[in-house]
């Protein structure tokens, strides 16, 4: 394969003069750089990324850091991402946390060397936010507050959460149950974890008894939410409502439907997320609807702007949510 | 930020010794190592991965290339692949195709420009063969057959074929339905092809007869599934056994249920591949499920294996599937 000393050799001028003509940065007289051009031709030199991108100081690739792919939420919004970014002219990094600090920290680490033109970040380990204001690279957080500095793009999850109340409440609910992400107040600060707090203050507004129980999340554990399903069925048999998110909803509804609970009369399901396959189910399971494109769409935008050395004016990207009807709930 | 400039100064030697102290190539006195240690340390130098990877002519990157991460067989396998690499010091680029020749292209000449180190190739548009072989780089096939020179891993998808048949045979199936990636014969050659000519020989040899149906694959697009599912439904009333991939299973099912038919009774269905949330339907869906984690670790073994010049005996890795029962047929 050619190289840049091939081409300078053989249009007999310096590898300096070959990089300029290359990076269009400096000035070459007209008959040497068709001199250059024609020797690239012959010699079919395709330039080496790694080699000009040292030149630009730019590795042409963005990092997307998420607790696991394989959560279809996350698989959504990366497959959006790449996208968009493809259509940019960047290449996407998967880096997945599993929820581990020392992955989390490790991969910041990694970023910390300059192997990336920029950073989505939305993963959801504890670590001190300093750590990313020092990361000293683009950064824009997916659902994740990482302070003042770093744009952050959400769903109005208060609405979200208000939504979802609504619909249990319309739908006749005397006794509802909610899963929150982790223990409450203890957990990363999410704009996420707000809707829980509408949920519950609607649900009190009402004089709805409203129980919050804690749930791994986000995780792609199947098991796992089976097991914690099927016990909450049988701990809380007298909950009439449940608020939960799409694999959640999913095991919900298989434990009710082992149970032989009719849904929605027995027992209303709403879910959160509104991933793809949750459109899936039998009965058809009422959703809050994230627009998990546009928000990858508006995260892209944001992380290519800060790498173009564009100042950000609004650091909080809020999309709206959308309430889907679906036959577990009565309401709408 | 130091550079490897700051430090030849600071230590006062030349760049190049300090070269050859990172890269741990060529002598260097031990006073003199020490002692850019010693500034390495002082000034907090972190070595630039780009250009330490120029230098080794390394990127440490390996290229996943699947249709679509967001299809939940390709969310699970990136997923898993990218653990494994990261647990072998390189990180994981992800490039959508979205079934699309052009973008399959584009990626292939990016490729060719040597920002990564390894491919895993999961893609399924058709391109020749010889565009591969032509790329020089170390490359792992994903369920496709990329020529003889390109280790492919993939399931005994024969055997799968097998299995499915033979439990909607133990059902009492009297007329089947399966569904075919795309119009045969035309697809690109995949050993995954192999379970459907299987699937049609065993209900040949049984009598049953066996309609193949084509249906886009794979893709994440819900209400194709859904439309597909229930037209199915309506022109052939009288099949009484499917045999599809996950989403398509799951929509199957909704279909059904909206058309009150009873499985296993009136209808029964049997899935592959088996992802994740394939395990969250009721009824559960008796599938042939793939191990997908398996099938990453093989392809990142190769393809980490040829990085590392290694060459590889066994061109043909064939994983087990195992046949996971459900409510939908009764035979196993």
């Known amino acids: 394969m050619a190289t840049i000393q091939d081409v300078a050799k053989h249009a007999q001028v310096g590898v300096g003069t070959v990089s300029r003509v290359l990076s269009g940065k400096g000035y070459v007289k007209a008959e040497t750089r068709q001199k250059i051009q024609a020797s690239i031709e012959e010699l079919n030199y395709t330039p080496n990324e790694m080699a000009r991108n040292l030149f630009f100081q730019k590795s042409g690739i963005v990092a997307v850091i998420v607790p696991e792919v394989a959560h279809p939420f996350f698989a959504q919004f990366v497959n959006a991402a790449e996208m968009v970014l493809c259509e940019k002219g960047y290449q996407t990094m998967i880096c997945n946390t599993y929820y581990e600090q020392n ?170 997320d509104g991933t793809n396959s949750i459109a899936l189910t039998y009965p058809q399971i009422t959703a809050v609807v994230q627009p998990i494109e546009r928000l990858a769409n508006e995260a892209v935008q944001l992380v290519v702007d800060l790498i173009d050395g564009k100042s950000i004016e609004n650091k909080k990207v809020e999309l709206q949510v959308v309430l889907r009807p679906g036959s577990t709930t009565m309401g709408s």
Chains 1, 2 share one sequence.
């Open 103 to 272: 992955y989390e920290q490790r991969y910041l680490e990694m970023l910390k060397r300059r192997r990336v033109d920029g950073i989505i970040f939305g993963a959801h380990t504890v670590l001190d936010i300093s750590q990313y204001e020092n990361i000293h690279l683009p950064i824009v957080a997916l659902d994740r507050d990482l302070g003042e500095s770093i744009p952050c793009v959400s769903v109005d999850h208060r609405a979200g959460g208000r939504m979802a109340a609504e619909e249990l409440i319309r739908s006749g609910c005397r006794k509802v149950l909610q899963f929150v992400g982790s223990k409450r107040g203890t957990e990363v600060s999410t704009p996420a974890n707000e809707r829980h707090d509408v949920f519950e203050e609607t649900m009190k507004k009402h004089g709805i008894p409203c129980r919050s129980v804690c749930a791994k999340w986000p995780t792609a554990d199947i098991s796992y939410y089976q097991t914690t399903a099927a016990r909450l069925l049988e701990d809380y048999p007298d909950i009439d409502g449940i608020f939960a998110t799409d694999l959640m909803s999913m095991a919900v509804l298989q434990a009710a439907m082992l149970h032989r609970k009719r849904l929605p009369e027995d027992l209303k399901l709403i879910t959160y």
